[in-house]
């Protein structure tokens, strides 16, 4: 693993704790793995608590003050650094996801949320809260495409998405909003900004067929997989389990269209739909 960055503890609150934990271990005189055995985390959970990549749940803090003698101080920061915008189950993984290098996605429903336009994004949020006030939808739609900000950065994080046939064809919104997004995902493709992929029907049976992943690279840590389900998620770090996962990934896009192809299809479906809103 390369050498670890020194991070600026006024970047954020996770940025902070991440810092004075390498510093406490270093002081302690533990390695990465020893600290993480009596508290029952891998040394690669340990690597990404310390690159602010990880969130220090209120569990370790208390541990972490115990072993390395710290006063009380992980415990008393830990919940500042836990506040976040976004829903629990999936809050850790956009923490992750704004200090990634790489991303590599699979969508089996749904546009990736970086991916997403306002209407997609608000359409995608009204179903799933159908009774919710506007204002709370607002909100929802505002930190999505904040999440979108990533892209601003021309080179970084890399971006790879392999999107299933079933994404492209499922009218979120209807049409006008399914033209808009379709466009705006072949421009990011066209543009060379990400790589994007589509899985077609054709494929058959493939590896990733019971759910969506999300596959995340630092430049410091250990990579993560991200899994999400209705109302939950879960990131994974255990080496093994990411490796099938990246494997998994890397068959996807054996088995998708190319790039062009499937810029191509995406751009024919666009016009598809911009065509069936018009009178």
């Not at 004075?20 to 985390?41: D, I, N, T, W, Y």
């Not at 310390?50 to 208390?62: D, K, P, Q, V, W």
């Not at 829903?87 to 993984?93: G, L, Q, S, T, V």
């Not at 799933?128 to 601003?152: C, G, M, S």
Request: a negative charge; glycine letters at 8%.
């Amino acid at each position: 693993m390369p050498a670890p960055r020194d991070l600026d503890p006024s970047s954020s609150p996770r940025a902070l704790l991440g810092a004075e934990l390498r510093h406490a271990r270093e002081k302690a005189g533990l390695s990465q793995e020893a600290l993480g055995s009596p508290v029952f985390v891998s040394s690669s959970f340990i690597g990404q608590l310390e690159a602010g990549i990880r969130r220090m749940h209120l569990e370790y803090a208390r541990q972490f003050d115990k072993i390395l003698g710290t006063d009380g101080f992980f415990t008393r920061n830990c919940v500042a650094a836990a506040k976040s915008k976004y829903p629990d189950h999936f809050a850790e993984a956009a923490e992750a996801e704004a200090v990634a290098t790489t991303i590599r996605e699979y969508a089996p429903l749904l546009i990736p949320g970086l991916l997403q336009t306002e209407g997609y994004a608000r359409a995608v949020f009204r179903a799933y809260r159908p009774t919710a006030p506007e204002e709370y939808i607002d909100d929802l739609v505002a930190a999505r495409l904040a999440r979108a900000q990533l892209l601003a950065d021309p080179t970084r994080p890399m971006l790879w998405a392999v999107v299933d046939e079933a994404v492209l064809r499922r009218r979120v919104g209807g049409p006008a909003v399914m033209a808009e997004a379709l466009t705006h995902l072949a421009a990011l493709g066209e543009s060379h900004r990400i790589i994007l992929q589509v899985l077609p029907f054709g494929a058959g049976a493939h590896t990733a067929l019971e759910g969506s992943l999300k596959l995340m690279a630092f430049d410091d840590a250990p990579p993560l997989a991200y899994l999400q389900g209705l109302g939950t998620g879960r990131l994974q770090d255990d080496p093994p389990a990411v490796g099938q996962y990246e494997l998994a990934f890397e068959l996807l896009c054996a088995t998708a269209l190319s790039p062009r192809q499937s810029l191509a299809l995406i751009g024919s479906l666009a016009e598809d739909y911009t065509h069936e809103d018009e009178p």
